[in-house]
């Protein structure tokens, strides 16, 4: 069974950052495309970050120049890196992820972390 788990969030000042994780696990042999997301308490869910199978980015205007999106293939991960943090930047944080498996060549998913909460604030 294919699981995200989210880490790194917390409360920081403003204009700190934060790097988040991303851990894939479950006979995966690859993540194809991970993304995170963020939502705000009133707010629909918003795509910030996008990074596929061949290192390709991509970035909300809310995030660029400030988030910088990665990956380790070798260890399944994704991350997220925010710097320059603004109190508009609070938000649940989630990744979600399409994986390839042991024994299949389908690329499967997206799979959904729980997130990881980010509150910027003084």
């Known amino acids: 069974q294919v699981q995200l788990v989210e880490s790194g969030g917390g409360l920081v000042q403003p204009g700190g950052s934060l790097r988040l994780s991303c851990a894939a696990s479950?006979?995966?042999?690859?993540?194809?495309?991970g993304r995170w997301f963020r939502q705000a308490p009133g707010k629909q869910r918003e795509l910030i970050a996008v990074?596929?199978?061949?290192?390709?980015?991509n970035y909300a205007d809310s995030g660029k120049g400030r988030f910088t999106i990665s990956r380790d293939n070798a260890k399944n991960m994704v991350y997220l890196q925010m710097n320059n943090l603004k109190p508009d930047d609070t938000a649940v944080y989630s990744c979600?992820?399409?994986?390839?498996?042991?024994?299949?060549?389908?690329?499967?998913?997206?799979?959904w972390g729980e997130g990881t909460q980010v509150t910027v604030s003084s």
């Open positions: 479950g006979n995966i042999v690859s993540i194809n495309t």
């Open positions: 979600s992820a399409t994986v390839t498996l042991y024994g299949s060549s389908r690329i499967l998913g997206p799979y």
């Open positions: 990074i596929t199978s061949g290192g390709r980015t």
